[in-house]
């Protein structure tokens, strides 16, 4: 009997100790995970407000370490995950993904039934839709007082690089970035010729890897061409 009791003890004690320290994570992670919510929130709203978009989103943090970020289509939710989050190193990077969900979301509100059937279009279309969030996305940075050469920042970092990009719903990473790229250079050049992320490494390794694509870029600028470049 007196063993049992021993051993119910023990387990109280285990037990007990399990819960407390379970609620102390609880207690800190929560903690940081406010902190990290409320930075997402104001980013995005503050990207919201600046750009006058008068369609509702709101912004939540997923507690995964996967990476990824998305929006919604039918609730307006942009959501973006920790795992996504910890690779991103400054406001302005944040803004980069934010502002290319907030496109998307401004998309979904498009169209008969309140944009009940905005999906389809993605689907039947997604890298227009893709190239037009990424362009309006450097706009809602630009207008939001961000910098947007850390949306190329973001793609050199994150995405990976596949071989082909006709069966996949995003375009080729050397190809966003580049039409990107091309975007800043024409609208936005301040940002190029002044640039402080000249010396980011994310943005060198662009530099490096993208040289062949510039270079078809600039022998359009010399020519005068209206021809899309098709990059590589
Ligand atoms: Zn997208």
Redesign the pocket.
Known sequence: MKKLLYILTAICLFINNLACSASTSILFDSNQMNKNQSYVSTVGFHLLNSNGIEKRAVFFLDNSNKINAYSANSSREIVITWGMLSLLSSPDELAAVLS??IS?TVDSYNGIFRGFFSHFNYVLSPHK??YK?DKRAVDYMVNAGYNPVAMIIVMNKIFPQGRYDFWSH?PLSTRRMMEVYEYIYKKYPEYLVNNPYKKNIYYQNFLLTSKENREKFQEKIKSDSKKKVKYK
Request: net charge negative; charged share 30%.
């Open positions: 290319h969900e998307h839709y893709e969030a995003h």
